[in-house]
């Protein structure tokens, strides 16, 4: 054959390979079996919102299971993901203890683990590659140093706080009830008077704010509560006490949610420390990396800030969730 033609025919015979190449030996997408907490606040609507979206976008197979807030219902989902042989494990644990078993499951079958939101406490670090989180101990702290300037402001006058907890056993009920304490110890004219848990919801926000009502009516000056669908349920128990809510008794809460915002703007709440739910992103790039057996850092950290009521109105659009 003339070598020009032998050139042109191999070209062509490599141009089709190449053509049909990425086809024949595009990767399987990744599968990620993902067990969600629930759907108990508007955090974690956004949360499961940004995870199932950014596995939409990055074609990911993503195998999602909601546990109602209980554990034994994410210890099925992850036996089951096992069984299922996904290429890789994610959850966010409802409480933090109790998961040694279910992950010794999973590492025997050499599935890797990525923790989102919340944390563990397991004997052995290796159970898991990353925790991919924010920091619940500093949100606790910036809560309450909010509070101990506030105070300061208003001529340090003795405060009666009450406390609404998230879910009991959880990693950021601990955290943020650990963080607040730590700061606003160190002024002996703030007292958590009662605390309680309301499990992260709004209903239970507003059923635990009414029982605090009843038994320390108008000497309550400030409520802490973990989180902002709390909040919100408190402030309809307030109001239905015939108090202010934000003014009468101060509000303090954790999230950044809209319906925060809006509270802000309404007068009704007097500060809310971001907490972000966008994890979405960084779960579907840690998960591309452990399962390429890249390293990963053993603790990945999530950007927040702190939003006084006074730039709610500016603020608002910027937020998107
Ligand atoms: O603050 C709360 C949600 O684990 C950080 O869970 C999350 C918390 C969040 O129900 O609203």
Same mark, same amino acid.
């Given at each position: 054959?003339?070598?020009?033609?032998?050139?042109?025919?191999?070209?062509?015979?490599?141009?089709?390979?190449?053509?049909?190449?990425?086809?024949? @030996?595009?990767?399987?997408?990744?599968?990620?079996?993902?067990?969600?907490?629930?759907?108990?606040?508007?955090?974690?609507?956004?949360?499961?919102?940004?995870?199932?979206?950014?596995?939409?976008?990055?074609?990911?197979?993503?195998?999602?299971?909601?546990?109602?807030?209980?554990?034994?219902?994410?210890?099925?989902?992850?036996?089951?993901?096992?069984?299922?042989?996904?290429?890789?494990?994610?959850?966010?644990?409802?409480?933090?203890?109790?998961?040694?078993?279910?992950?010794?499951?999973?590492?025997?079958?050499?599935?890797?683990?990525?923790?989102?939101?919340?944390?563990?406490?397991?004997?052995?670090?290796?159970?898991?590659?990353?925790?991919?989180?924010?920091?619940?101990?500093?949100?606790?702290?910036?809560?309450?140093?909010?509070?101990?300037?506030?105070?300061?402001?208003?001529?340090?006058?003795?405060?009666?706080?009450?406390?609404?907890?998230?879910?009991?056993?959880?990693?950021?009920?601990?955290?943020?009830?650990?963080?607040?304490?730590?700061?606003?110890?160190?002024?002996?004219?703030?007292?958590?008077?009662?605390?309680?848990?309301?499990?992260?919801?709004?209903?239970?926000?507003?059923?635990? @704010?009414?029982?605090?009502?009843?038994?320390?009516?108008?000497?309550?000056?400030?409520?802490?509560?973990?989180?902002?669908? @709390?909040?919100?349920?408190?402030?309809?128990?307030?109001?239905?006490?015939?108090?202010?809510?934000?003014?009468?008794?101060?509000?303090?809460?954790?999230?950044?949610?809209?319906?925060?915002?809006?509270?802000?703007?309404?007068?009704?709440?007097?500060?809310?420390?971001?907490?972000?739910?966008?994890?979405?992103?960084?779960?579907?790039?840690?998960?591309?990396?452990?399962?390429?057996?890249?390293?990963?850092?053993?603790?990945?950290?999530?950007?927040?800030?702190?939003?006084?009521?006074?730039?709610?109105?500016?603020?608002?659009?910027?937020?998107?969730?």
């Amino acid at each position: 054959m003339h070598p020009t033609r032998r050139t042109i025919l191999a070209g062509a015979v490599l141009a089709l390979a190449s053509a049909t190449l990425p086809h024949a @030996m595009a990767a399987k997408p990744l599968v990620i079996g993902f067990s969600q907490v629930g759907a108990e606040s508007e955090w974690r609507t956004a949360n499961t919102a940004s995870i199932k979206d950014t596995a939409k976008k990055e074609g990911v197979t993503l195998k999602f299971a909601d546990a109602q807030q209980r554990q034994e219902n994410q210890v099925k989902a992850i036996r089951s993901f096992i069984a299922q042989k996904v290429d890789l494990i994610a959850f966010s644990p409802v409480v933090e203890s109790g998961w040694d078993t279910v992950l010794r499951e999973a590492k025997a079958a050499k599935i890797p683990v990525i923790l989102t939101d919340r944390s563990v406490n397991v004997s052995d670090p290796s159970l898991y590659a990353t925790l991919i989180g924010s920091d619940f101990v500093e949100e606790g702290r910036k809560a309450g140093r909010w509070l101990l300037d506030y105070a300061k402001k208003n001529g340090d006058k003795p405060l009666n706080i009450v406390e609404l907890q998230g879910t009991v056993g959880s990693a950021p009920a601990i955290d943020r009830k650990a963080g607040f304490e730590e700061v606003i110890k160190g002024n002996p004219k703030l007292r958590v008077v009662r605390t309680q848990t309301g499990d992260f919801t709004r209903a239970k926000g507003k059923e635990v @704010m009414e029982a605090f009502l009843k038994s320390l009516g108008k000497s309550i000056n400030v409520l802490y509560a973990h989180n902002d669908d @709390m909040a919100i349920g408190a402030i309809q128990a307030i109001e239905e006490a015939g108090l202010k809510p934000g003014k009468d008794i101060i509000i303090v809460s954790i999230d950044g949610v809209k319906g925060a915002f809006q509270a802000m703007m309404a007068g009704k709440l007097n500060v809310t420390v971001e907490c972000s739910p966008l994890l979405g992103p960084q779960l579907i790039d840690a998960a591309r990396k452990v399962v390429a057996g890249q390293p990963v850092e053993k603790r990945i950290i999530v950007n927040e800030g702190v939003f006084p009521a006074e730039v709610a109105a500016k603020e608002l659009p910027n937020r998107k969730y």
